[in-house]
């Protein structure tokens, strides 16, 4: 049901080292790699969480932004 034929979604299948590789190859990049994260941003104390997501109506965003405080970690993703 994602996918339509009148779909913008092109899924691209390809072996990277890191995520910076593909900063201008793409609007959006969604990294699904999980623990193999630590090796694409190159930080090995990346450790697995449970989280929360919570989806918003706000069209006004068109940046993924993140955030790490004393807090915790979060971040926004425009759909």
């Known amino acids: 049901r994602f996918l339509s034929e009148d779909s913008r979604v092109?899924?691209?299948k390809k072996k990277i080292h890191s995520l910076i590789e593909l900063k201008d190859k793409a609007d959006v990049v969604i990294n699904c790699t999980g623990l193999a994260s630590?090796?694409?941003?190159?930080?090995?104390?990346?450790?697995?969480?449970?989280?929360?997501?919570?989806?918003?109506?706000?069209?006004?965003?068109?940046?993924?932004?993140?955030?790490?405080?004393?807090?915790?970690?979060?971040y926004v993703i425009p759909q």
């Open 10 to 12: 092109k899924f691209i």
């Open 38 to 74: 630590r090796d694409l941003v190159g930080d090995q104390t990346l450790r697995p969480a449970r989280g929360q997501v919570l989806r918003v109506h706000a069209p006004w965003i068109k940046s993924m932004y993140a955030f790490d405080t004393e807090d915790g970690f979060g």
